[in-house]
């Protein structure tokens, strides 16, 4: 018994101070802070598209529209980092007056 755990200690031992393991982990790491990269891109031209959308629109933003903006893209945008001129653009949107329903003729 005692050489089967002396056997799974040496390949443990050997995996760990690999230079191909630590490679792995490495590319693995890169590849996750390129995807974060583009989400936080996309996140950011999706902020910005939509908040200057209703910001031109006028005075008025619906509920929906404000939770999808803020709740949905901006809190974890910001979460991963994001700021700037989104922020920016949030922060006026939340200046608008929140309505259930767009009003008449709009």
Not at 38 to 45: A, C, I, Q, S, T
Not at 57 to 78: C, F, H, M, Q
Request: overall charge neutral.
């Amino acid at each position: 018994m005692a050489h089967w755990i002396e056997l799974v200690i040496t390949v443990f031992t050997s995996v760990m101070a690999s230079t191909g393991f630590w490679a792995w982990i490495k590319k693995k790491n890169e590849s996750k802070d390129l995807t974060t990269r583009m989400v936080l891109g996309l996140g950011h031209d999706r902020i910005i598209f939509l908040g200057m959308h209703y910001l031109e629109r006028g005075s008025w933003i619906t509920e929906d529209e404000y939770e999808n903006l803020v709740d949905y893209l901006y809190k974890p945008y910001a979460s991963l980092g994001g700021n700037g001129s989104a922020e920016r653009v949030v922060t006026a949107v939340k200046q608008l007056k929140i309505v259930k329903e767009p009003p008449k003729g709009e």
